[in-house]
């Protein structure tokens, strides 16, 4: 779910003029990194909504005694959590490394928690040019475990601006010491145009760990969207009893926008990685409002600008999504509150300007100290703020002007990329620019929970707790990193 905003460039040539060239190229808001990522954005999650027969929400708890199996092998079990490295992207996207196939194939893939199934380009459509995928694209003709469950109907997953499509199967996946066979498979056969703009040889596809429904196995999520009721490989996992604990958990590193950094995260399997994070995880559920449980989405209480907290509307909810970069909230709340206050700033006007054609904000670097602080609060625990200070609020990058100069652009890491959810209410997108602030748990215990807890290293946000809608000043109950704002990713074109 990573946002691609490639009008950058436009947007800083149009901050020293009006009107941006009008030969410049904007792809607008699709999953996507500088060198290219994509799986979830906002018209995916429209999309999905529309698919799906919205209802009032129900918190029970799943009974996991009658959670059966599914038809899968493993030839490894975890008896205690496994910590695995992830590639951090430039902090636009965040990756694991995984074998694929018999014998085992390398290959790379998003590690993106607002969507469900996997997916890898295949040699064929790479040599064909089909697929920019990396250079050892997964080849099917050389696994012994492949098998083709198409019948030659391709299938196909949509982005929003992107999609892909290929032959659903199931193969064999090795994460880790973990192996489990007849995991299901889409083997991409063509991306197309802006897929292939964005993937750029950096990786080889996308490893879904939405929540799904949990692990009731009777849910349908999605009823006139099949795909989106597959379950993802950690599902398969919990269900053969190979992990410690059914959870998962993550740490988003900061890497430096300007490199990659192939050890800038971690995801713990069956439980969490202690040494990331100091204190209580802060759990909150699932709701299953938004599309019937498929995505890790909590709801939002209220929401505090430099520190004066205003409750939002009933059925606000967030999708906690590592792979969106950046933090969606709806347009009225942008346009109304935030981006007000982000101009007013704290004791002087900031001179942030809104290129509403991009979807972006850009803030004179010199002036970010005067941004106001960013928190959010969450139903169960309305009074508990995840705070983002100032200096985090902005995404640093190096892009060309309009004369072809290089400067540094200061990119707001906040924008109205939300969607309605019909009578379900409104869905936020909390992406990597918050995650990156905080240790994430993701339990599928007590029906689906999501966790927050300080990070033991770059603490740099704060869990505030705050009285009244006055601003009166906040009571300090621990450090969290919490609005993790790397803005979206650039390319040139």
């Not at 609060?377 to 508990?384: I, L, T, V």
């Not at 995650?435 to 927050?452: A, I, K, N, P």
């Not at 946000?461 to 006055?470: D, N, V």
């Amino acid at each position: 779910m990573q946002f691609v905003l490639i009008g950058l460039t436009a947007a800083v040539a149009a901050s020293a003029s009006p009107a941006p060239d009008s030969g410049v190229f904007k792809l607008t808001v699709m999953q996507g990194t500088a060198s290219g990522t994509y799986s979830q954005d906002p018209q995916r999650i429209a999309d999905m909504i529309a698919s799906s027969g919205m209802h009032d929400e129900v918190n029970s708890a799943v009974d996991l005694s009658k959670v059966q199996p599914q038809d899968f092998k493993a030839a490894a079990s975890v008896l205690e959590p496994l910590n695995l490295p992830l590639y951090n992207g430039k902090d636009f996207a965040y990756y694991i490394d995984f074998q694929l196939g018999t014998p085992g194939q390398n290959q790379r893939v998003l590690a993106d928690t607002g969507s469900n199934e996997l997916w890898v380009g295949s040699a064929l459509c790479n040599a064909r040019r089909l697929c920019a995928d990396k250079l050892d694209a997964f080849n099917e003709a050389k696994s012994t475990s492949f098998v083709d469950l198409s019948k030659s109907v391709l299938s196909n997953v949509t982005y929003g601006k992107g999609s892909v499509v290929g032959y659903q199967s199931t193969e064999t996946v090795q994460v880790g010491p973990v192996v489990v066979q007849k995991t299901p498979l889409l083997l991409v056969q063509q991306e197309d145009s802006n897929i292939l703009k964005q993937n750029n040889r950096s990786f080889n596809g996308i490893m879904g760990l939405a929540h799904v429904g949990g692990l009731d196995t009777t849910t349908i999520v999605a009823p006139n969207n099949p795909a989106a009721n597959i379950k993802t490989v950690v599902h398969n996992m919990i269900n053969l009893g190979l992990l410690a604990q059914p959870m998962f958990s993550m740490w988003l590193g900061s890497g430096g926008s300007e490199e990659d950094t192939p050890n800038g995260g971690e995801i713990t399997l069956g439980g969490v990685d202690a040494s990331r994070f100091t204190g209580a995880v802060n759990y909150f559920s699932v709701s299953k409002a938004v599309v019937n449980g498929y995505y890790w989405s909590i709801q939002v209480s209220q929401l505090a600008l430099g520190g004066k907290p205003k409750a939002m509307a009933d059925k606000t909810f967030a999708i906690i999504d590592s792979g969106t970069t950046f933090i969606n909230v709806d347009k009225n709340t942008f346009m109304n509150m935030v981006l007000p206050a982000v101009q007013a700033g704290t004791s002087q006007a900031t001179g942030a300007e809104y290129f509403a054609e991009y979807e972006l904000t850009l803030v004179p670097c010199e002036n970010v100290q005067y941004l106001p602080s960013f928190a959010v609060s969450f139903s169960e625990k309305s009074n508990m703020f995840f705070t983002i200070n100032t200096s985090q609020l902005v995404l640093r990058k190096k892009v060309a002007d309009k004369l072809g100069r290089v400067v540094e652009a200061c990119i707001l890491g906040i924008t109205p990329g939300a969607v309605s959810a019909g009578n379900a209410g409104t869905v936020w997108i909390l992406g990597e620019m918050f995650l990156r602030r905080f240790y994430t748990v993701h339990s599928f215990s007590e029906g689906g929970r999501v966790g927050f807890a300080l990070l033991s290293t770059d603490a740099t946000g704060t869990i505030t707790a705050i009285g009244s809608e006055k601003a009166s000043s906040a009571k300090l109950v621990s450090v969290v990193s919490v609005l993790c704002l790397v803005a979206a990713a650039l390319v040139s074109l």
